[in-house]
């Protein structure tokens, strides 16, 4: 019983410290949405260009999210309203936005 119980928590414990900054800080919030995050990423790119621009406009973005600058459809922000402020550190962002980049850069050969 003890065992078991010990097993299940390691194995919790395990999990909850595989998650990157991405999957902790983006992904849940985001599974709900119709628009995928490998979808936005590439509406994202595609108005701000290259690496250092998307890092830069992205972290803004996330910190003060608007109707007016963002990529997303008014349709889209009709049903599914514009996103909170982040209230992550530097850290957390730069950390979360960097595996962001270099998880869907791949599927883009535009920079
Ligand atoms: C609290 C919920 C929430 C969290 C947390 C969140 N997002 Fe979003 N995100 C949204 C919603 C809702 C939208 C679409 C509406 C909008 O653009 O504001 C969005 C829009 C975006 C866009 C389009 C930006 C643009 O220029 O319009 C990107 C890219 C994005 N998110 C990536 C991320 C990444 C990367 C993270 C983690 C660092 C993250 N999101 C965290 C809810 C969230």
């Not at 390691?10 to 992904?27: K, N, P, Q």
């Not at 621009?53 to 459809?73: C, E, G, Q, T, W």
Request: net charge neutral; aromatic share 12%; hydrophobic share 40%.
């Amino acid at each position: 019983m003890v065992k078991k119980f010990l097993l299940m928590a390691t194995l919790i414990m395990s999990g909850m410290f595989a998650e990157d900054a991405y999957e902790r800080h983006c992904v849940p919030c985001h599974a709900p949405l119709p628009t995928s995050l490998q979808r936005m990423f590439m509406n994202h790119l595609l108005v701000y260009g290259g690496e250092h621009n998307f890092k830069a406009a992205l972290k803004h973005y996330l910190r003060y999210p608007s109707k007016d600058i963002s990529v997303m459809s008014d349709l889209f922000i009709d049903n599914f309203g514009i996103k909170e402020k982040s209230t992550l550190s530097d850290e957390e962002l730069d950390e979360a936005i960097d595996i962001y980049w270099s998880k869907f850069k791949v599927f883009n050969k535009l920079k």
